[in-house]
């Protein structure tokens, strides 16, 4: 397993959704502080969530507390182009979704590495993706987005499968987490397009 | 202790929660995923937190993914059934409640038998018992109901209190269950039928 | 480090915070049962947030059950003399914001025994300190009013900075927690005083 390229990716998406959680706070009006831990909710909330379930304690950014400063690297970036990043909506989605795919290869990985089955994998892998934005919904007291709009968990559980099957075809991991990510964004644009939902809401509402 | 006819009662009150799960997201027009979400936030939920606040850990449905297939079972039936069930609401009430008394009971041995003391075990049978609810609640951005309406919490108490006392008067297990399952039954219909309440709500309102 | 002097601070702070919570929940037309589980979370919940993150389980209050009563006499203190403490909000105000010192003190102290790098142990003080009041915003559906208003948590990050440097200077600890406190009052009195905010809100709105 290439160390590395994954750790890179990590520390990518824990950027990529800081500063998504910065936005968020941001267009709800939460103060420089709030933001901040909006921030780290949404960047570190569903591997927090993942390692407290799983055990695996102290949690991975207090083990390794550099990951606080990708935090406020991510909530500093958003803070001074926040202008720009507004306009950027495409861009930001393409690396939401990006960290979405990141997360969910690494949630799985590390739940594997810890020797459980592939089905806690899988839930592990869907809640290290979507459980930090359900908490930075939950504290900006939105129903969370995930489970009413876009197929964007569908997209992580597809994504999980693939990624489980490709391991046991390639060796090369850096392959496989490319096609994974390419698979989850293709999901995702085509579910935006499209208009698809999963969702019971009736004709006349 | 008969762990048999314990572990068919924790099976029984996972699929009850997780059929009241997806009933109350489908009623809030979640999508198919977070129905399959809050299923498992509902029935899981409880024992997750206990497990955690007891460091028990990895929590119950990652040392054993069986409890994963049985939300599953619970969540389809839901889906199959919903128009009939949405018509049983007594019948609903009724597993509700069982699968109150169950896990107030599950989560009390539980604690005991990990060597906490008595006064833990009960809060830990309550927590086991309403916070799934609780998180459902949460996610679906309503004020827990358990908070306002029903003695809910205080009949899982009252039971509680019941068992642990039965527990040294009498050495049949499944007897202690059913009259102690049988009194949180009765205080919640009471309750219900009385329209009793320790709320602190005004006249005038 | 005199440990009797920081306990009677301890089980002090978790008395005020029961009280504030029950105050809150009673104002939010709560029950009896949920006005105790909201004294519970606020009194408790951020220590259980830190202890959890840190793998420090079983939480503080599963390992020294005597914090389950010190909330139960906070909470019928609301309740006895709770028109008496409505009227009195500018002592609440002061309870609330040495209970806010303590708290951030008591995480730190706890954090840095465990061995952990001074960056965790701000972040655990500041945890300690505010994840109850969040916790108790979040289930009475309310957005966690610190995120908005005052600028509380900036606050007991000062009051934590100060304190890590008091100590590297001092060896009278209780002198060191007195003047931190002293700080963290002065600092949210003053920002109360002159609407000091850290907020993003336009002048319009």
């Known amino acids: 397993m290439n160390i590395t390229f994954v750790l890179y990716l990590d520390i990518i998406g824990t950027i990529v959704f800081a500063i998504s959680g910065t936005l968020t ?10 933001s901040l831990v909006i921030a780290f909710v949404t960047a570190l909330g569903g591997g927090m969530i993942r390692d407290l379930l799983l055990g695996a304690t102290p949690v991975l950014w207090v083990s390794q507390p550099q990951y606080l400063t990708y935090v406020v690297i991510g909530y500093l970036l958003a803070l001074l182009f926040q202008s720009h990043i507004l306009k950027l909506r495409r861009t930001m989605f393409l690396f939401d979704t990006i960290g979405i795919g990141l997360f969910t290869i690494i949630g ?18 869907v809640i290290s993706a979507v459980f930090g934005g359900v908490l930075r919904d939950l504290i900006t007291n939105i129903v969370p987005l995930i489970f009413r709009k876009e197929i964007y968990a569908t997209a992580c559980l597809t994504g999980g499968i693939c990624y489980i099957l490709l391991e046991k075809i390639y060796d090369n991991q850096a392959f ?3 096609i994974t990510i390419i698979l989850i964004i293709f999901i995702r ?5 499209k208009k698809w939902s999963l969702a019971f809401i009736p004709k006349n509402s």
């Open 176 to 178: 496989n987490i490319i």
């Open 189 to 193: 644009i085509l579910a935006v397009k």
């Open 25 to 34: 706070a941001i267009n709800n009006r939460f103060d420089l502080f709030g």
């Open 108 to 125: 799985l990985e590390k739940t594997i590495s810890l020797g459980f089955p592939a089905s806690i994998a899988l839930t592990m892998g």
